[in-house]
């Protein structure tokens, strides 16, 4: 039986921390969790992990000092880091790779893409549940709406307990009233489990009050399970949304109600800057959009006729985790710019047997071509080196570099290129 994977979380927020153990946990991993900098340090010294989990709230005040005790130390220089936070610039995002950062997950985090990624480090397999659901929320003023679509799923119920926990944080609601629509939905004695999962999780949260649970539906097995069940005993069942808005809103009958539906169940009028789960997993858009991948994140062409040089240039940004595409002939790169294949970096050589570099800067500035370009050559003389930077060229480089120095060239362009 082989060694128990570990897992380091840090500055996780109680919730989120909670989720992620029961998920690990219940797949064998064991989980350490740190609170700031200097703790976290410590137990990546002392318990040697085999991925880390940052939980960045805000900013990056802080953690950057970890990032760079980490990748200077021998020990633990190469574990691998997911890192979940705010939304950043691509060029910022493709900066963390050279700390091992191979996944940044902006938030509200899209879960069964997240928890693919961590599967795929540590070699495991999450069981998520695949049942089509959709589930909806948004507040305004005192009222929370969750809607509910298509099925239910234990997963996103699971998840909607941090997210109605959140959402009565960030907008400070002391006692929520709670809107459940399940107009929608037929269910049966199957979905018995989730339904009451999903009825214990909404309560769960201290906040909300039987009192003040409302659900919208028409389905029979629904009501027979409230009835039939004490602990739910003051949940109003409502089939119309005539008695929904007045036993909620305390509208006036005069009222037009489409007025009503429009202003208060379909507007939203609270904030959800802080939340940082997803109800909708990447799975329900039917294709792929992961652009949390760092090698996704930075595309790099390498212009140049020596296989020698190509092949340690691309060594140099396959470690930093990036995507790149090696052309021996100058024509071949411009065929494939003339095809749009877009590139965020170019190293590109001067002395090129079919078009000099010169020439490449030449036609890419008649082009208007914007993409950052280090000039990485053998050529030395004063005027190649004025010449190249007058034609756009951003850095001249003369070969040979270390693979760093070009690494940490690169990334001091893109972040500071406009």
Do not use: W
């Not at 050529?379 to 951003?394: F, W």
């Amino acid at each position: 039986m082989g060694t128990m994977k570990q897992v380091l979380l840090i500055d996780a927020s109680p919730l989120f921390k909670e989720y992620l153990k029961e998920k690990l946990v219940a797949e064998q991993i064991g989980v350490e969790t740190a609170i700031g900098n200097r703790d976290a340090y410590t137990k990546l010294l002392t318990n040697m992990s085999d991925l880390i989990i940052i939980d960045v709230e805000k900013n990056f005040d802080g953690i950057l000092d970890f990032l760079e005790k980490k990748r200077k130390d021998p020990n633990a220089c190469k574990t691998p880091i997911i890192i979940t936070g705010p939304s950043m610039p691509r060029t910022e995002v493709a900066a963390l790779a050279k700390y091992t950062v191979i996944k940044y997950f902006s938030k509200p985090i899209k879960f069964d893409i997240f928890f693919a990624s961590i599967g795929k480090i540590l070699k495991a397999h999450f069981m998520l549940d695949d049942t089509p659901c959709l589930i909806e929320t948004h507040v305004n003023g005192n009222i929370i709406f969750i809607e509910v679509a298509r099925g239910l799923n234990k997963d996103k119920i699971q998840l909607l307990r941090y997210r109605l926990t959140e959402l009565i944080a960030s907008n400070n609601l002391r006692e929520p009233k709670v809107l459940i629509m399940m107009s929608g939905i037929s269910l049966s004695f199957v979905d018995g489990y989730n339904l009451e999962l999903l009825f214990d999780n909404i309560l769960e949260e201290d906040h909300i009050l039987l009192k003040n649970v409302k659900i919208l539906t028409l389905d029979p097995f629904t009501k027979e399970l409230i009835d039939g069940h004490p602990q739910y005993n003051g949940i109003e069942i409502a089939e119309s949304l005539d008695s929904v808005i007045n036993s909620l809103i305390d509208a006036n009958q005069s009222r037009n109600l489409n007025e009503l539906v429009s202003e208060k169940i379909l507007t939203a009028t609270g904030s959800e800057e802080s939340c940082s789960t997803e109800m909708r997993f990447e799975a329900d858009t039917g294709k792929n959009d992961d652009k949390n991948d760092l090698s996704e994140v930075l595309r790099v062409a390498i212009v140049d006729d020596d296989p020698i040089t190509v092949k340690l240039v691309q060594s140099a940004f396959i470690s930093l985790s990036a995507n790149t595409s090696a052309f021996m002939t100058g024509q071949s790169f411009l065929d494939a710019i003339e095809n749009n294949q877009v590139f965020d970096l170019i190293i590109l050589d001067i002395f090129i047997p079919d078009l000099n570099g010169l020439e490449i800067l030449k036609r890419l500035q008649k082009m208007s071509f914007k993409t950052p370009v280090i000039i990485y050559s053998q050529a030395t003389l004063r005027e190649s080196v004025i010449q190249a930077l007058s034609l756009g060229a951003s850095s001249y480089l003369v070969k040979p570099q270390k693979p760093d120095v070009i690494v940490q060239k690169a990334l001091e362009i893109l972040n500071g290129h406009v």
